[in-house]
């Protein structure tokens, strides 16, 4: 039995609500036990860091002193987010490198009758706990269904393999653990080599040009290379690659349509667990006709297309972008 | 010690060597942030995905930093462009926390009120706001306020995207609220007068 506490980000609730159900999928399958920590708050994402050191480091500490309080026969903290594990680690980590700041961190705590000693906990990542706790042995017994024929390209994005202050991925810029799991479900993994370069992260809200640069390099790669769809770990590269695909498109004058989906929705899918089940139909980019190589049918669902949008319309001038040169160079 | 200013300006140097900024950087870095051992490599430049949207490279802004040129370096845009990929982090031969410097200089710029474009700052501010309210993150509060404020003629085209997160039920429409809030207030208002005296 594999027993862990849980931080789910707030993202598994809303944008990311299909890891979160795929992840409740493959509990039982796989004998996880996953206790959610209680009452936990937001991790700051990239945010707060950049606006003030010792309240964002208190904001990720309170989580931590909530998970040591926390009575339970284990002392390992499993994020399934890579902002939040990033964070999270991070915190534990700088609080030890730096025990200034774990003083002045605790000296906040105390404000709400907390403590938190660094190094009690273990922070890692769900895939971390999947590929070397679970072990892909065990994975590979619980496949019913094996992915054969599904061509993926497995996207692990930059937070999660780096800086990696605990030495656990097996390479900072190509680990493959992604790759090894993906192969355990029987889907074809094609090399990936942008596999940790970034998505964008908090560009497509700030400043978008920049982050669609981002986007349609991972997007375009994957499509050149054959993939049918992209697998993630992380629920900010599924939002970026999926909700700003179209709007990337319309940037560059290119028509990719590449669905990425949560490496856990996949193996749900391999143990037997219906699309349903595993949260397939909420991306915006659907992943129907991938699967449809698989045999899995997906239910067509009503797809949200934009206001007013008619064929004949004026002919207007196409929209100007200071990446009008590369357009041609795309397709 | 005048006598040595004029020494230094007859070997060629303009300004005394003022090392204070990037001791307050270095200082003001979350972990110990090494930045004091940079060799100008460029490295770090060399292996940035959006180093070509930067006013300077991260090499360039920290011999700014030694420098002393404080105003220059908070108006660069180059912290604001960051993606936090710590790609020159794992890279950098000093092992200097580059990402790290990059959200002291954000904090240090919104402070000094000296950045140039308001969007990340006011984006990363209003973020804030929605966690110390409710303890967790609330999306389409966030992204209605930014759009509204930065990208009014973007929204438009948002709509199918925006729709189509909601009708699948991906954003939610009512914020959700730790049950310890006030424990949370009391820690961060701690933590920000811990600030001020650091």
């Not at chain 1, 605990?166 to 090399?191: K, N």
């Not at chain 1, 239910?299 to 949200?304: I, Y």
């Not at chain 2, 070997?11 to 110990?32: F, I, N, P």
């Not at chain 2, 006030?182 to 007068?193: G, S, T």
């Amino acid at each position: 039995m594999n027993k862990y506490l849980l931080y789910p980000g707030c993202s598994m609730d809303s944008s990311a609500k299909a890891y979160m159900e795929s992840l409740n999928s493959i509990v039982e399958p796989l004998d996880l036990h996953l206790e959610e920590i209680e009452d936990w708050n937001c991790c700051g994402a990239t945010e707060y860091l950049g606006i003030n050191l010792i309240p964002a480091y208190s904001l990720i500490a309170r989580n931590l002193a909530l998970a040591a309080k926390q009575t339970s026969d284990t002392r390992t903290v499993v994020a399934p987010c890579s902002a939040c594990y990033l964070n999270l680690a991070k915190a534990d980590y700088y609080m030890q490198e730096r025990p200034t700041l774990g003083a002045k961190v605790n000296e906040a705590l105390a404000a709400g009758g907390l403590e938190y000693k660094a190094g009690t906990l273990d922070v890692r990542h769900l895939i971390d706990v999947l590929v070397y706790d679970v072990g892909l042995d065990a994975i590979r017994k619980a496949v019913t269904h094996p992915l054969s024929g599904l061509k993926v390209a497995p996207y692990m994005g930059c937070m999660l393999p780096r800086p990696d202050y605990q030495h656990r991925w097996s390479d900072h810029e190509h680990p493959t653990e992604l790759d090894d799991l993906l192969r355990a479900l029987g889907a074809d993994v094609i090399d990936y080599p942008l596999t940790t370069s970034c998505c964008g992260g908090h560009m497509t809200q700030i400043g978008p040009e920049t982050a669609f640069e981002l986007i349609h390099r991972l997007v375009a790669d994957a499509d050149e290379r054959g993939a049918q769809m992209m697998v993630t770990v992380c629920p900010m590269c599924q939002m970026n690659i999926d909700a700003y695909q179209n709007e990337m498109n319309h940037f560059f004058g290119t028509s990719y349509h590449m669905p990425i989906l949560f490496f856990t929705q996949l193996m749900g899918l391999a143990f037997g667990k219906s699309p349903e089940d595993v949260g397939i139909g909420v991306e915006l980019v659907s992943s129907r006709n991938a699967l449809a190589h698989i045999g899995v049918e997906v239910p067509v669902t009503q797809e949200v297309t934009a206001p007013r949008k008619k064929e004949g319309r004026l002919p207007m001038p196409r929209r100007w972008s200071k990446h009008e040169g590369k357009k041609e160079a795309v397709k | 010690m005048p006598q040595m200013t004029d020494e230094r300006v007859r070997a060629g140097m303009t300004r005394e060597e003022d090392l204070s900024l990037l001791h307050e950087v270095s200082m003001k870095t979350a972990g110990v942030s090494h930045l004091e051992m940079c060799i100008q490599c460029g490295t770090c430049g060399g292996s940035c995905p959006v180093a070509a949207d930067m006013d300077h490279t991260p090499r360039m802004l920290f011999a700014m930093l030694r420098a002393g040129m404080r105003e220059e370096v908070l108006r660069s845009n180059t912290p604001w462009l960051c993606v936090s990929c710590y790609h020159c982090v794992v890279r950098c031969p000093q092992e200097v926390h580059i990402a790290d410097v990059m959200y002291t200089l954000k904090g240090m710029a919104i402070h000094a009120k000296l950045y140039t474009d308001s969007t990340a700052p006011h984006f990363s501010q209003t973020f804030v706001g929605m966690v110390e309210t409710f303890g967790r993150g609330y999306e389409l509060g966030l992204a209605t306020r930014h759009y509204l404020r930065h990208f009014p003629l973007r929204l438009p085209g948002m709509m199918p995207m925006g729709l189509g997160m909601i009708s699948k039920g991906r954003m939610a429409i009512v914020p959700k609220k730790i049950k310890h809030i006030d424990q949370l207030h009391a820690i961060l208002n701690r933590a920000k007068e811990l600030e001020l005296t650091s």
